[in-house]
């Protein structure tokens, strides 16, 4: 036999609040419909719900077993529909978010950290790549969002681009490095010390061969190369070694690494790191409400680095 929910529902409630009036009130319902309902569930079931006479009202055996899967029922309900009012507000949910390496583990992954403070229940899955990849996979829906630095003219027609963070460069070492004492910085100083290389196919390895050039040093020592953030700064912090760096990357870093920038302009790369994502309308609450979250940090981050800028480098 087979019952309606719904009338489970009313049962519990006539139940809990012993009697069709109260009960009728509790569900927002009319006691004379409520009294149908009553008399149609039991004459589907053969058997009295309540005992006749009985003021105020008195469940039989069965009654009170049929009350208890309506108070399930009634649960079941509004967990549900928690559940759904979480997921619209972006409070549950996945988020595939994909960026540059660097600028993934020495920015993005704390900012996921401040992110998922407040919101426990999105889970958030980071992967590593450069333009062509992350590209690849907005295209083909396994990346929700990637950050990356881009040149608004590179930008492709059938994705979206919001800039986030201006391109700024520096030339980073260790803080007790013997050029960090110094106000001023000549290229000619730093010919005596190697490099640090990012990985080769990265675009922080061609600004580090334009920021040297530009600062007429055709020929450079590289003495370590190709290594994850957390071993280039380690490298970095153990030795008298070079290494260019995007400022964001030192700025976050300021407070639990033994790296500083120097004060030397080397010229700012003509692009900025953005948020590239496919059609917005697509995107689910928690892809929205990360965007929003990391958009806001960015916004903070730059007014930050603005300040550090005009107060310490480049001076």
């Not at 927002?28 to 009985?54: C, D, H, M, N, Y």
Request: charged residues 25%.
């Amino acid at each position: 036999m087979k019952l309606d929910p719904r009338h489970l529902e009313i049962l519990a409630a006539i139940v809990d609040h012993a009697g069709l009036t109260e009960g009728a009130e509790a569900l927002g319902k009319s006691q004379p419909s409520v009294s149908r309902t009553l008399s149609q569930l039991e004459a589907r079931i053969g058997a009295p719900l309540f005992q006749p006479g009985r003021r105020p009202l008195q469940p039989t055996e069965l009654g009170r077993a049929l009350a208890d899967q309506g108070r399930a029922v009634l649960k079941a309900g509004q967990t549900s529909s928690d559940i759904v009012a979480r997921y619209l507000t972006g409070h549950t949910g996945l988020v595939r978010v994909g960026g540059t390496p660097f600028f993934m583990d020495g920015v993005i992954s704390g900012m996921i950290a401040l992110f998922q403070q407040q919101m426990s229940d999105v889970r958030v899955d980071q992967s590593y790549g450069y333009a062509a990849e992350l590209i690849e996979k907005l295209r083909n829906g396994t990346l929700d969002l990637a950050i990356l630095p881009l040149q608004q003219n590179s930008v492709p027609k059938d994705l979206a681009f919001q800039p986030i963070l201006a391109g700024l460069n520096v030339i980073a070492c260790r803080r007790d490095h013997p050029l960090a004492r110094k106000k001023f910085v000549t290229p000619g100083e730093m010919g005596q010390y190697s490099w640090i290389a990012p990985p080769a196919d990265s675009p922080l390895y061609k600004d580090l061969r334009r920021a040297l050039k530009n600062l007429g040093a055709e020929e450079f020592r590289i003495s370590f190369s190709g290594g994850s953030l957390a071993s280039v700064i380690e490298v970095l912090s153990e030795s008298d070694s070079l290494t260019v760096l995007p400022y964001s990357v030192v700025f976050m870093m300021r407070d639990r690494s033994a790296i500083t920038a120097l004060s030397l302009e080397i010229g700012h790369p003509e692009r900025e790191q953005g948020l590239l994502m496919a059609n917005e309308r697509d995107q689910t609450p928690a892809v929205r409400r990360f965007r929003s979250f990391v958009v806001s940090q960015f916004d903070s981050l730059s007014r930050r680095i603005a300040k550090q800028q005009t107060d310490r480098l480049w001076r």
